[in-house]
């Protein structure tokens, strides 16, 4: 039950209704379970794009992203059987992974020169728009822009720093020179508000 | 600030925490099933995000990828129901121990829910590697109440599976349930009928220190009931 009600909210790919291709990539990642080597690959290529963007985004070295999206992509397939369709969407599941594996990377220790003071002061507040320059402009990602732009500055912000910056919101806080322990609110009612600006998730 | 334990949802969501912070909140999602699905609705709409920001991955990674991949296998599928009671549900140990002689038979005819290893040939694990692996061990017990049952684990593969034989017949509605022990905390491994062959164990297998099985109601619980405890094991060092 729940489960229609989430592939009816899912990403669309291209040129593909929303809830079909959400349905296709939870039975691509079915059928990897199973041992489905070309089934994966086809999970592969719908949703490399994505995988490889966040990671490239969060972790900004070239060639540390290839690895962790190589990475997270083992990592599906050998968790695939994992996905439980009923506490979410197969995207949402995929990218939790990209996304725990990039942060997890940017954090380890050679990664400390990202985390070099002049970036914190310089450029604490992240425009999607130019930092996205291979970005296909689809619609999805518009609507996306869309509801981000309907978040408070500070929420956005947070956001932001959270997702795409890797830092944790205590750190957040200190980058928007916030009261330690509000970041974690402004992340989640950021998030609460683009889930609801989407239609996903509920 | 426990109290506010809640409002980690989102920074969790999206990975905004320190180890700590993800351990304490796990704990807490264990056991709170509206921050859970809060966490997972929440994550949909951060997972749109990597949208705005899609880029190709480089051509030959595929190739990498998918050749990597024809050397990982696939892990077995946890059962969902299990695998939240593993987050749900910690106790202490010492009790049941205690109670295992109290053990009673319960007759009548068995109708429990078990699950038998028996994933698609295709995901490429059988129980023969395990059987193979250099660091296997073999654990049998006979027990009071008739019956035996033995435990076939490998440390080094996380893994282990569990046969029982001619173990007394559940009443309807009942089954047996094994846990895994970690650090005097027993979390649920999964259901397994009185006479069956090879039934895996859920959770880490490896790096418990032990492995108990009590009568339970069919499906299994959260907690066991230390008065219906059938056996306990000690793993080896390894």
Request: aromatic share 6%; charged share 25%.
């Amino acid at each position: 039950m729940s489960q229609a009600k989430r592939t009816s909210s899912g990403t669309p790919l291209a040129g593909v209704p929303a809830a079909s291709a959400a349905d296709r990539l939870a039975d691509l990642l079915r059928r990897s379970a199973r041992g489905d080597q070309a089934a994966f690959a086809e999970l592969y290529d719908a949703t490399q794009a994505r995988v490889h963007g966040l990671a490239v985004r969060v972790v900004r070295d070239p060639a540390q992203a290839e690895e962790v999206t190589q990475e997270a992509f083992l990592e599906v397939w050998r968790t695939s059987s994992r996905f439980d369709a009923d506490k979410g969407s197969a995207l949402s599941w995929l990218m939790t992974i990209c996304h725990r594996k990039s942060v997890d990377r940017v954090r380890s220790a050679e990664a400390s020169t990202r985390r070099d003071t002049t970036y914190h002061q310089q450029n604490h507040t992240i425009d999607i728009d130019t930092t996205a320059d291979a970005a296909q402009s689809s619609m999805e990602a518009q609507r996306v822009r869309k509801a981000m732009a309907s978040l408070t500055d500070v929420q956005r912000e947070a956001l932001e720093l959270a997702y795409f910056g890797g830092y944790t919101h205590t750190e957040v806080a200190g980058i928007l020179e916030l009261p330690v322990g509000t970041a974690k609110t402004r992340i989640r009612d950021g998030l609460i508000r683009l889930r609801d600006k989407m239609g996903v998730g509920s | 600030m426990s109290g506010d334990i809640h409002a980690l949802s989102g920074a969790y969501a999206v990975d905004a925490v320190d180890d700590f912070e993800r351990a304490q909140f796990e704990r807490h999602l264990a056991g709170c099933a509206d921050c859970q699905a809060e966490v997972d609705s929440l994550r949909e709409g951060a997972a749109l995000l990597a949208e705005t920001v899609s880029q190709q991955a480089p051509p030959d990674l595929r190739d990498r990828v998918l050749s990597t991949i024809e050397t990982v296998r696939p892990l077995p599928p946890l059962f969902a129901d299990v695998q939240d009671r593993a987050r749900a549900h910690r106790r202490r140990l010492p009790a049941m121990v205690a109670a295992a002689a109290a053990f009673v038979v319960i007759g009548g005819v068995g109708a429990t829910v078990w699950h038998p290893w028996e994933q698609p040939s295709s995901t490429g694990f059988t129980a023969a590697q395990l059987e193979q692996a250099t660091d296997v061990q073999v654990l049998t017990k006979e027990l009071d109440g008739g019956g035996a049952i033995t435990v076939t684990r490998s440390p080094s593969l996380n893994s282990a599976y569990v046969s029982t034989h001619n173990m007394p017949r559940l009443q309807s509605g009942r089954t047996y349930q094994l846990w895994t022990i970690h650090d005097g905390v027993e979390v649920p491994a999964g259901l397994v009928d009185g006479d069956a062959s090879k039934v895996l164990v859920e959770g880490d297998p490896g790096s418990a220190q032990g492995l108990a099985i009590t009568i339970e109601k069919a499906g299994g619980v959260e907690t066991p009931s230390t008065d219906r405890i059938v056996a306990a094991f000690d793993f080896p060092e390894s």
